[in-house]
């Protein structure tokens, strides 16, 4: 089992780029989660999924957009990247009969110039 | 709205010292709660989930306790190790939701 895992590690965009971040779990889960995390503010929910077929907003979705694929792949949309979108963006997945533990993968450091 | 706040941010320690790190949320009604490690560079792991109806977890050195009524949790760390030195974050899931609401972390240092 790989558990989550994220593609790419790393990315520097420069302004008003456009790029994809991939997220996959086989754990057969039917929740999955995209945040980012900054310095001083936590991990913040940006997006996420309950199931397949569905996606809801978090805290943070200004200036992204979210595909649920599947039930393994749930991916994360920059149109027109932003110096505040520099960050490190973490996939998670979850599922009820696990009482919803979150696992993680090992994040995208992205950074935009 | 749901806040979760760690007090302290920074925690240093001689090794072999019992430790408590302290959880504190706004409001009761959650549906679990979850601690993590996190090591510099790294994703998160899940170190243990309280449901809303237990009052505590345990796994080998951890130990987790929720108490809803006062919306706090501590996790109790038996005879630190330089290893267990990251940061460790809670993260909790209001009843009704999938959604989880992370606090800042407290960054641990174990001294060897």
């Known amino acids: 089992n790989a558990g989550v895992t994220q593609t790419p590690k790393f990315q520097v965009l420069k302004t008003g780029q456009s790029m994809t971040l991939q997220c996959a779990q086989d754990m057969n889960h039917n929740s999955m989660y995209w945040y980012r995390q900054d310095p001083g503010m936590g991990l913040r929910l940006i997006y996420y999924s309950a199931s397949e077929g569905t996606t809801d907003k978090g805290e943070v979705p200004n200036g992204y957009n979210v595909s649920r694929l599947n039930k393994r792949e749930f991916s994360l949309r920059l149109e027109s990247a932003a110096p505040s979108q520099t960050s490190v963006y973490f996939c998670?997945?979850?599922?009820?009969?696990?009482?919803?533990?979150?696992?993680f993968g090992p994040g995208t450091r992205l950074t935009v110039t | 709205k749901q806040e979760v706040t760690q007090i302290p941010a920074a925690l240093s320690v001689p090794e072999g010292e019992n430790l408590v790190l302290n959880c504190s949320f706004t409001d009761s009604a959650i549906y679990n709660l979850q601690w993590f490690r996190q090591d510099p560079g790294k994703g998160l792991t899940s170190l243990l989930l309280i449901q809303s109806s237990q009052r505590e977890q345990t796994s080998g050195r951890l130990n987790a306790s929720l108490d809803k009524s006062s919306g706090r949790s501590t996790l109790y760390i038996a005879a630190s190790q330089p290893g267990d030195s990251a940061t460790y974050l809670c993260?909790?899931?209001?009843?009704?939701?999938?959604?989880?609401?992370f606090g800042t972390g407290t960054r641990l240092k174990v001294l060897a």
């Open positions: 993260a909790v899931s209001s009843s009704g939701t999938y959604k989880y609401i």
């Open positions: 998670a997945s979850s599922d009820e009969r696990e009482n919803y533990e979150q696992y």
